[in-house]
C-alpha cells in the first residue's frame, strides 16, 4: 500500500471585500507590528495595494511598500527586499499580487531573517528556520502560491528557475478576495487560468500524488474548465471570478502536497530563458505531454478526460484519450493563447537548453511516465512544429 501525508497549515479566507479585513484577520494571529508588503507595480498600479496598506496603518500597524519585481522574479530582486526587510526591522510579509509578489515575498521571509540567497536555499546549502510570517493576498486565479510551500525564483545569472520547497514557505494566512482580480487583463486571466488547470492535472496525475490530492485536483478540473472562459471573456463576472480563485485554490492544494511534473519542467525552462508568462509557457506544453503520458496511462487520462466534461462515460479509453487531448487544445485556442513557434525570443537552436533545463528540474521525476531528454526533445519539436496533436497508442 502506498503511504503519504497531506499538509496544509495556511488558515484560508474566502469572499468578496475580505482583503479590506486584513488588519482584524491579523489581531489573532500575533505577528509583530512591523510589516512589509510586497507586490510589484502593475498591481500597485490598478490600485489594489493603496487600500489595504491604508487599513493596516489605520488599525497601528507600521508598514513599508517594496514593488522592485518583474514577472518571473529575480533573486537580485529577492535579496534587495531581504536587505530592506532587515532595514526596516519588518516581523512580517504581506504579499499582495500574482505569483510573482507572492514566491519573491516568500523568499523576503525566508532571506531577511537568515541571509543567503535563493540559490543557497534551492541547493541545500542552508537550512529553512526561522522564517518570518507570510501572508498572501493573490490578485490573479492562477499559481497557489498563497497555499503553497513552494517559491519559484529566477537565478538571473544562469536563467535557472530554481523552485524552493519547504512547509514553512507556506504562509500562516491566505486572503481570497475576487473583487482584487476583476482588474487581471483577459491574456493575464487566460495564462493563469491555464496554469491553475496544469497544476490540477500535474498534481492529479504525478507519481507522488495521494487520494486528497486527487479529489482536490478533480474538483479544480471542473471548476475551471467551466468557469475560465467566463472570466476570460467577462472579467467583471463575480461568480466567474470567484469561482476561478477557487479553482485555483484546489488546484493549489492539490499539487501543493505532491508535486507538478513534465509540462511545468519545460515551461519552467521557457520562462527562465525567455520570460515567456508562466501560464503561457504551461499552455504551449500541455497537449504535448498530455499526448506523451497518455500513451501509457490510458485510464487515468481518459478519467480526466470525463472530470473536464471533454468526454463521457460512453466513451471509449481511446476516445476519451483523443477527446481529452483535442479538448485541451480547443480550449487554450479560444483563450487566444499563442503557439511555441509564436512566443517572443523562442529559437529552435535553443532547444537543447530548454531540455537541459528541464531535465534538471526536480519535477522531472515526478512526471507520471518516466520522461528522458529525448522526450523532452521530441514533445518541444512536437510543439513547435504541428498544429494538430495525434494521440500515440
Ligand atoms: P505574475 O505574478 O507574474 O503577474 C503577471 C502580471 O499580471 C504582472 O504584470 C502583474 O502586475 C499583473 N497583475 C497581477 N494581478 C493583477 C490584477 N489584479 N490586475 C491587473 N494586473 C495584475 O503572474 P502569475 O501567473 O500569477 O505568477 C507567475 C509566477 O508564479 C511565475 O514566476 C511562476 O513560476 C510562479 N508560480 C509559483 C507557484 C508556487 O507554488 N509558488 C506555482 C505556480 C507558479
Request: charged share 20%.
Amino acid at each position: 500500500m502506498k503511504s503519504y501525508n497531506y499538509f496544509c497549515s495556511t488558515q484560508i479566507q474566502m469572499g468578496m471585500g475580505k482583503a479590506i479585513q486584513l488588519p482584524e484577520m491579523l489581531q489573532s494571529l500575533e505577528i509583530g507590528s512591523s510589516i512589509l508588503i510586497v507586490s510589484d507595480p502593475g498591481v500597485v498600479r490598478v490600485g489594489l495595494v493603496e487600500p489595504i496598506q491604508t487599513a493596516l496603518e489605520a488599525s497601528g500597524y507600521r508598514t513599508l511598500l517594496f514593488d522592485s519585481i518583474e514577472q518571473n522574479p529575480r533573486d537580485a530582486d529577492c535579496l534587495e527586499g531581504a536587505k530592506i526587510f532587515h532595514e526596516f526591522d519588518a516581523d512580517a510579509v504581506v504579499a499582495i499580487g500574482g505569483g510573482s509578489a507572492m514566491d519573491t515575498g516568500k523568499t523576503i521571509a525566508l532571506c531577511g531573517p537568515n541571509g543567503g540567497t535563493p540559490s543557497d536555499y534551492a541547493d541545500g546549502l542552508r537550512s529553512y528556520s526561522n522564517i518570518a510570517p507570510i501572508i498572501c493576498i493573490p490578485t490573479t486565479a492562477g499559481t497557489g502560491s498563497e497555499v503553497t510551500r513552494s517559491a519559484v525564483i529566477t537565478e538571473k545569472s544562469t536563467h535557472r528557475k530554481m523552485t524552493l520547497k519547504h512547509a514553512s514557505l507556506r504562509p500562516i494566512l491566505a486572503v481570497l478576495d475576487p473583487s482584487l482580480t476583476f482588474s487581471v487583463p483577459s491574456t493575464i486571466t487566460a495564462a493563469t487560468g491555464v496554469d491553475a488547470l496544469v497544476h490540477a492535472i500535474e498534481g492529479y496525475t504525478c507519481k507522488v500524488t495521494n487520494p486528497i490530492s486527487q479529489a482536490l485536483g478533480a474538483k479544480a478540473m471542473q471548476t475551471i474548465v467551466s468557469s475560465l472562459p467566463t472570466a476570460f471573456r467577462d472579467g467583471q463576472n463575480e461568480e466567474a471570478r470567484q469561482a476561478m480563485l477557487e479553482g485555483s485554490l484546489l488546484a493549489g492544494l492539490c499539487f501543493g502536497s505532491a508535486d507538478v511534473a513534465a509540462v511545468h519542467c519545460l515551461a519552467e525552462a521557457l520562462g527562465g530563458l525567455y520570460d515567456t508568462p508562466h501560464g503561457v509557457a504551461n499552455a504551449v506544453f500541455l497537449p504535448h505531454v498530455l499526448r506523451f503520458n497518455a500513451a501509457e496511462n490510458k485510464q487515468m487520462h481518459a478519467t480526466l478526460a470525463r472530470y473536464m466534461n471533454f468526454a463521457n462515460d460512453s466513451d471509449t479509453e481511446e476516445i476519451a484519450v483523443e477527446k481529452l487531448i483535442e479538448g485541451v487544445t480547443s480550449f487554450t485556442e479560444a483563450l487566444e493563447i499563442p503557439r511555441l513557434k509564436d512566443l517572443p525570443g523562442v529559437r529552435e537552436e535553443d532547444f537543447p537548453r530548454i531540455v537541459e533545463l528541464a531535465i534538471q528540474n526536480n519535477s522531472t521525476s515526478s512526471n507520471v511516465r518516466s520522461i528522458t531528454s529525448t522526450d523532452y526533445q521530441q514533445i518541444l519539436e512536437q510543439a513547435y512544429y504541428s498544429n494538430c496533436i495525434e494521440v500515440s497508442g
